[in-house]
């Protein structure tokens, strides 16, 4: 027979009603949230705790609840908020860590600290590398971190301008059919830049740096001809390029310029057999020194819980339906 696991137990001093209740949450849904994904039996009597699983991981929800502990006394914790101290236990606490300093970003509305493993790698490779792809499912921070890196670096000085890219490149909807020119019709497409350059830097002082042309938003197919120096260039939604965008774009890079190419290669919205560019340049840089890779997965995602369980449950079905479409190949060879 398999011996009974042994309790891990810790009390969480000192103890205070309403801090406590802060952590718990209405019904106690913030320790149900770590209990299903840290995959572990949280039972406590008060400020007294017993956690029941695998010992590493009794260990770090231990660290976990004491942190989000301290951050109860000043700070209303949600299960978003939970969610995405989960995703920095899983680096710190479980083994991927390696204990390393943390990297954070300065921005005019305050610091940046990248969540999770892949992350940090992330924004590591950005600092360190003048051309990074980011390369993963929705959710995971790709973009939002690639906007922080470069603000970051305009504040620094570092940079002259940002520039911020994407192919226009429809996703089920006719850009004909929306009013305007094209620098007005492919408004719409950068609005995820637009709000995160709007919470860090604000909408007046983003407005002000658009007019002065610090920051600069454009279409790639108005990249062609152009030498970028001294500018940190994100391409945002670079699975919509292709083979040829994509080399134009890193051609343009100059001297003192930063790149951050980033993309999901499973939502590709060009037309049907033309390869994806970031696909393709995947495999023709990869071992090309001074430029970095940084892959996320499902568990890197960073919005709400759903959203990776919903890119996980997309990967086990494509998945499946592709092992279906192999089969059926080599039957029909016979």
Do not use: W
């Not at 921070?141 to 940002?162: M, N, P, S, W």
């Not at 369980?309 to 494509?318: L, N, T």
């Amino acid at each position: 027979m398999n011996a009974p696991i042994e309790p891990h137990r810790f009390t969480l001093e000192p103890f205070e009603a309403n801090r406590f209740a802060n952590l718990c949450g209405q019904f106690d849904e913030n320790l149900r949230l770590i209990e299903q994904r840290l995959d572990l039996e949280i039972r406590n009597r008060g400020n007294q705790f017993e956690l029941l699983g695998a010992p590493e991981v009794a260990h770090a929800a231990e660290k976990l609840l004491r942190r989000l502990y301290r951050e109860a006394k000043g700070a209303e914790l949600s299960p978003d908020t939970v969610h995405l101290y989960l995703q920095e236990s899983a680096m710190e606490e479980l083994g991927a860590g390696g204990g390393n300093p943390l990297v954070s970003l300065r921005t005019r509305k305050g610091s940046i600290t990248p969540r999770g493993a892949n992350q940090q790698r992330y924004v590591k490779a950005i600092l360190e590398n003048d051309i990074n792809f980011g390369v993963g499912p929705a959710g995971t921070g790709k973009t939002y971190l690639a906007v922080a890196c470069a603000v970051d670096a305009l504040e620094r000085e570092q940079v002259r301008r940002i520039l911020l890219v994407r192919p226009a490149v429809e996703a089920g909807e006719k850009l004909g059919f929306l009013p305007g020119d094209l620098a007005q019709k492919i408004d719409p497409y950068l609005r995820p830049l637009y709000d995160a350059l709007y919470e860090m830097l604000g909408f007046e002082q983003v407005a002000r740096l658009i007019e002065k042309q610090v920051i600069e938003i454009a279409p790639l197919a108005y990249m062609r001809g152009r030498t970028l120096n001294n500018s940190f260039i994100i391409l945002d939604e670079s699975q919509n390029t292709t083979q040829e965008q994509m080399k134009m774009f890193l051609t343009r890079i100059g001297f003192g310029s930063t790149a951050v190419i980033t993309g999901d290669i499973t939502q590709v919205d060009l037309p049907r057999g033309t390869k994806s560019g970031l696909a393709h340049v995947i495999e023709v840089l990869d071992k090309v020194n001074g430029i970095s890779f940084t892959h996320f997965q499902p568990k890197d995602v960073v919005r709400h819980p759903l959203v990776q369980r919903i890119v996980e449950a997309y990967e086990r079905f494509e998945s499946r339906q592709g092992s279906v479409g192999r089969k059926a190949g080599d039957s029909g060879a016979d």
